[in-house]
């Protein structure tokens, strides 16, 4: 039972440089998230999906982009890479109500 | 809106001390609430969970109860392990509204010294 994964686990991105955080779960969730965790703090939601088709920003979208084409996959776009965009990310699936399946995290570094 | 209040951290005590760590909440609804723990350079991982008030969740030792009239979730632990060493995350989840999306805290990093 894979349960959330995510792929790369380490990243070095040049500024400017663009790629995918890939995401997926073999659970049948219809509720997808990512997150950024910041060195020392808490999470933040960056964009999230209640199902194949729909998605919706959270509290830091500048930046990134989504898409959810299957219940299974949820990549994220980091385009044109800043040094404010290193940080953990994590992604995350649910089915309502019964709390959050975390992803082991992809750690970003822009140079 | 939806909030979850923890306590500040950071949190040090020695192997076998008593745990609370505090979270509050506020909600417009009835919510779930839940524990989450992250270890040292992992993803969280849902420690328990309580989904109406007075359940009491309880995972490996660590035990929450669910008070609607204090609006609380204290995460307990009555003698704590060095790999108990973690991040702790109360959240709250409001079946039906906000979209399916949780409400984390902050987080609180404990650190248990041999």
């Known amino acids: ?111 | 809106g939806d909030s979850v209040t923890q306590m500040e951290g950071p949190v040090t005590l020695s192997e076998e001390a008593f745990l609370t760590i505090n979270c509050t909440y506020t909600a417009t609804g009835y919510p779930s609430l839940f524990w989450y723990v992250q270890y040292p350079g992992e993803g969280l991982q849902l420690l328990l969970k309580a989904t109406k008030a007075d359940d009491k969740g309880s995972n490996k030792g660590f035990e929450a109860t669910y008070r609607k009239e204090t609006t609380s979730f204290h995460l307990e632990k009555g003698s704590v392990q060095v790999s108990d060493s973690a991040v702790y995350f109360c959240a709250l989840h409001d079946v039906g509204t906000n979209a399916g999306k949780s409400t984390f805290g902050d987080g609180t990093t404990l650190t248990v010294k041999p």
């Not at chain 1, 995401?23 to 703090?41: F, I, K, L």
Request: include cysteine; glycine fraction near 10%; aromatic fraction near 12%.
């Open chain 1, 1 to 111: 039972n894979a349960g959330v994964t995510q792929t790369p686990k380490f990243r070095i991105l040049k500024i400017g440089q663009s790629m995918t955080l890939q995401c997926a779960q073999d659970m049948n969730h219809n509720y997808m998230y990512w997150y950024r965790q910041d060195p020392g703090m808490g999470l933040k939601l960056i964009y999230y999906s209640v199902g194949a088709g729909i998605t919706d920003k959270g509290e830091v979208p500048n930046g990134y982009n989504v898409s959810r084409s299957t219940t299974e996959d949820f990549p994220l776009r980091l385009e044109l890479a800043a040094p404010s965009q290193t940080s953990v990310y994590f992604c995350a699936s649910s089915s309502e109500g019964y709390g959050y399946t975390f992803g082991s995290g992809t750690r970003l570094t822009v140079v």
